[in-house]
T-cell receptor
Framework: RKEVEQDPGPFNVPEGATVAFNCTYS??????FFWYRQDCRKEPKLLMS???SGNEDGRFTAQLNRASQYISLLIRDSKLSDSATYLC???????????????FGKGTKLSVKP | NAGVTQTPKFQVLKTGQSMTLQCAQD?????MSWYRQDPGMGLRLIHY???????DQGEVPNGYNVSRSTTEDFPLRLLSAAPSQTSVYFC????????????FGNGTRLTVT
């Protein structure tokens, strides 16, 4: 089983739609969780951290279910500018180090159409 | 602040050649790492460092060397380039792994023929 698995996509949605991405992680020792956004041919950038109680940032809501080892990202009222690849990222101790390393999912591509 | 600076942006190598990808950050970050990104594979960790003088291997370290003589610099060396190393390489840094965000450089697009 891969460390971090995501819906492969692509998701093609109209402007204004609500879209949800899911992600599962395999290492129960993981402590930190994030969503990154990557635009075409650009570097990844942090979208938001994911907290145990769930958190919201404007139109974006992230949820964490530690029991099921599951993370989600909900985007409401999609904008054209939301078109990008969304990367689920988990801090895992798999490669050693006292604080682990960030392991990236393969990403889910979102295209928002007019 | 320049953030994380990677050079070169593009590089073409012949099989067997060696080269160094440069990475520098001016944010006094202790943690630095190198990832490669291939279509359908996502970002995979090559090597990482938690401070000057300390380096360790990630998921795909074979064929690559790193060193961390200063806090600012974390070069990645390809010892003998192979076509399988054709990829986009990203350097990244943060205060610590648990302290987001991870700041990425703009990437180096490497082609090995």
């Amino acid at each position: 089983r891969k460390e971090v698995e995501q819906d492969p996509g692509p998701f093609n949605v109209p402007e204004g739609a609500t879209v949800a991405f899911n992600c599962t992680y395999s290492n129960s020792a993981s402590q930190s969780f994030f969503w990154y956004r990557q635009d075409c041919r650009k570097e990844p950038k942090l979208l938001m951290s994911v907290y145990s109680s769930g958190n919201e940032d404007g139109r974006f809501t992230a949820q964490l279910n530690r029991a099921s080892q599951y993370i989600s990202l909900l985007i409401r009222d999609s904008k054209l500018s939301d078109s990008a690849t969304y990367l689920c990222v988990v801090n895992s101790p798999i490669y050693g180090g006292s604080q682990g390393n960030l392991i990236f999912g393969k990403g889910t591509k979102l295209s928002v159409k007019p | 602040n320049a953030g994380v600076t990677q050079t070169p942006k593009f590089q073409v190598l012949k099989t067997g050649q060696s080269m160094t990808l440069q990475c520098a950050q001016d944010m006094n970050h202790e943690y630095m790492s190198w990832y490669r990104q291939d279509p359908g594979m996502g970002l995979r960790l090559i090597h990482y460092s938690v401070g000057a003088g300390i380096t360790d291997q990630g998921e795909v370290p074979n064929g690559y060397n790193v060193s961390r003589s200063t806090t600012e610099d974390f070069p990645l060396r390809l010892l003998s380039a192979a076509p399988s190393q054709t990829s986009v390489y990203f350097c990244a840094s943060s205060y610590s792994v648990a302290d987001p965000p991870l700041h990425f450089g703009n990437g180096t697009r490497l082609t090995v023929t």
